[in-house]
């Protein structure tokens, strides 16, 4: 039986996913692609959680029934990189939604293909 | 001393870029200068002593593993050479600042993947070539190339997702990031205990595929690599796709994904070069060539011989150099024509300098196979290396080369010589000049492969009447270019249920496999 953990984020995955195909809105795109990658970090921390152990910050000389630290420490590289890719994808959103006044997915693509053409 | 320091210095040089007030392209040009002296001493002691490893943050033989073997070498080579042709084709161009630093971040960024041995390292390297290359798509801030980096950027980053999942499953089975480590516990867990396997493999394949440039998963790409700066498309198609492809190599040594990719590469070559063939747009055709060309990549890959593994490294070397090639003069003469259509650009071709135009001639001879140039070694041994399923496939990703690129064979025939700059003539031929010696270049990293392989000259011959075959059709079936493929598949949405369909064929082919 996997942990509460697991499910969520597994729940989170498939809400995630969902919504990136079925939201023609950007910005609700992007907050897709936050939950999918939340989805993972949470997959990543829970895989490996025991019920009892405790966070691994402590001295080196209790070092029993704690978690790995490892993926505690990857988790955290994980959430600096898709900050950075929010961020930057979140300004790209707003120069596109200056020029053509929508975040819609389907009316920006229209437009630009039209710019092109021309 | 350390290996790292070739990374290190690209990404200081970066910093510097955005420091200094002027001469960035110097700053380039000396980390460009001190990486070249780095490759050429690996290149020596490689052959002499064998691969070279180093552990990042040593605690007890504990940390990130590096390595510089072989393959690792031709990607770095590939590195330098296209980096020193988009240094001088970009030398008299009025870049600003943020272009030579994202330049050196690319790079840098590009090194480590080359000698990165762990699993995690590779996702961070990733996301931050993601990161990069997203920028540099949109450097000229017009809106095609905003919306077509965006779109690489929400793609790219679900791929990523997707990977980190299939590496999270798999570390909390083994215990150990360390591509070597994982290898060697897979090897001893019994077979009843890797039913997590194929799920594991599934999600991490099909997660660098979407980096890689697969047809199904990499859907961003024509648009991204369409609408650059062709200096930003030429590194892109050339150097950034092959990270993917170097880390899908890295995989398949460990994981059961031969067939996988051998499937995958059927697909992407095939599909690719369909569109490619009813391509109007010069660049976006030479992106869906890409497309088609990974093909060859993964075949190689998934064969899995000896043979095919050395004719995969040369086909990096050799793709890289002609499509860089191709990408560089395309926007040049994109940019003397004024217009990206072929057909318009074969009626303009006298406002095309001559040194553009046998630029453009090579390339396209190079990568539609003729004999003795750069793709023709490389299929070369691909083809002595494969089975036979995979050798009618080869052919017939040739074939389709052959037709979309004889449409470009054209703009090199006027009598007329408009002449160019001198530095974009330097930027070709450092990729030109090494494209028959590919093959040479190879050897000079691979030994023991042999040296001319059999029955060369007939192949020759059938690489001949192969292109001969494709000219011809491309050259009289008008056709062609009324028929409409789906475009839907570009979008976000359709490339995301690709990517979902993807997956779920990479888990599929993985069970079958097994």
């Known amino acids: 039986m996997p942990s509460t953990g697991v499910i969520v984020a597994m729940v989170l995955l498939v809400i995630g996913i969902g919504t990136l195909v079925i939201r023609r809105d950007l910005v609700f795109k992007l907050l897709a692609l936050g939950l999918v990658n939340s989805s993972t970090i949470l997959l990543l921390l829970s895989l490996d959680s025991k019920r009892s152990a405790t966070a691994p910050i402590v001295p080196p000389s209790v070092m029993e029934n704690v978690v790995d630290p490892l993926p505690q420490a990857l988790v955290l590289a994980a959430i600096v990189i898709n900050f950075a890719i929010l961020a930057l994808a979140l300004v790209f959103v707003m120069v596109l939604a200056e020029r053509y006044h929508t975040t819609d997915a389907a009316r920006i693509e229209r437009s630009v293909e039209k710019e092109t053409i021309r | 001393m350390t290996i790292m320091a070739v990374p290190l210095i690209q990404l200081a040089a970066a910093a510097a870029c955005l420091l200094v007030r002027r001469r960035q392209r110097w700053v380039v040009l000396t980390a460009w200068t001190a990486g ?215 995989l398949s040594a460990i994981l059961p994904i031969g067939l996988s990719l051998t499937v995958l590469g059927a697909i992407t070559g095939i599909t690719g070069v369909v569109y490619a063939v009813i391509e109007t747009d010069i660049k976006k055709m030479l992106a869906f ?58 009626i303009r071709r006298r406002e095309i300098p001559a040194v553009t135009r046998i630029a453009l001639l090579i390339g396209s001879l190079a990568i539609a196979g003729f004999p003795f140039l750069g793709g023709f070694w490389a299929k070369d041994y691909l083809l002595a290396g494969s089975g036979v399923v995979e050798k009618g496939f080869l052919w017939l990703f040739a074939l389709g080369t052959a037709v979309s690129f004889s449409r470009l064979l054209p703009i090199a025939v006027v009598r007329e010589h408009r002449r160019g700059s001198m530095n974009r003539a330097v930027a070709y031929g450092l990729l ?17 492969h042999g040296w001319l392989p059999r029955g060369i000259w007939s192949q020759a011959g059938l690489s001949m009447a192969v292109i001969a075959i494709g000219t011809a059709i491309g050259w009289r079936a008008h056709g062609l270019r009324k028929i409409h493929l789906p475009r839907g598949v570009f979008r976000i949405e359709g490339s995301i249920i690709a990517i979902l369909a993807g997956f779920f064929l990479v888990y599929s082919t993985v069970l079958i496999g097994r």
């Open chain 2, 36 to 250: 070249l002296a780095f490759l050429v001493y690996w290149i020596t002691v490689v052959a002499a002593s064998g691969p070279i490893r180093e552990t990042v943050g040593n605690w007890g033989g504990m940390g990130i593993h590096l390595i510089i073997d072989r393959p690792a070498l031709v990607f770095l080579l590939l590195e330098q050479l296209l980096a020193g042709a988009v240094i001088a084709y970009t030398w008299r161009g009025g870049f600003r600042s943020t272009f030579y630093a994202l330049l050196l971040v690319l790079i840098g960024t590009v090194s480590a993947v080359c000698m990165s041995m762990d699993l995690f390292n590779i996702y961070v390297l990733l996301e931050l070539l993601t990161l990069t290359s997203f920028l540099l798509v949109a450097y000229e801030k017009r809106p095609v190339q905003i919306w077509a980096s965006l779109k690489y950027l929400l793609l790219a980053s679900l791929g990523m997702s997707v990977y980190l999942l299939g590496v999270a499953l798999l570390y909390a089975r083994v215990g150990s990031l360390d591509l070597a480590q994982v290898g060697e516990y897979l090897a001893a867990l019994p077979a009843a205990e890797t039913r997590w396997l194929p799920v594991a493999a599934a999600l991490m394949t099909a997660g660098i595929a979407v980096k890689a440039g697969i047809f199904m998963f990499s859907l961003w790409l024509p648009g991204a690599h369409g609408s650059a700066n062709s200096a930003v498309s030429a590194l892109l198609s050339g150097l950034v796709i092959k990270v993917g492809i170097l880390v899908l190599y890295r």
């Open chain 2, 289 to 346: 060539c890409t497309l088609s060309q990974v093909g060859y990549l993964l075949v190689g890959i998934g064969a899995g011989t000896r043979v095919a593994s050395a004719g995969f490294l040369m086909y990096v070397l050799a793709h890289g150099m002609f499509k860089g090639l191709l990408f560089l003069a395309a926007g040049d003469a994109v940019e003397h024509a004024g217009t990206t259509i072929i057909s318009q650009l074969r």
């Open chain 2, 432 to 448: 030109g000049i090494g494209l028959p010696g590919v093959f040479a270049l190879t050897g000079l990293l691979i030994p023991g």
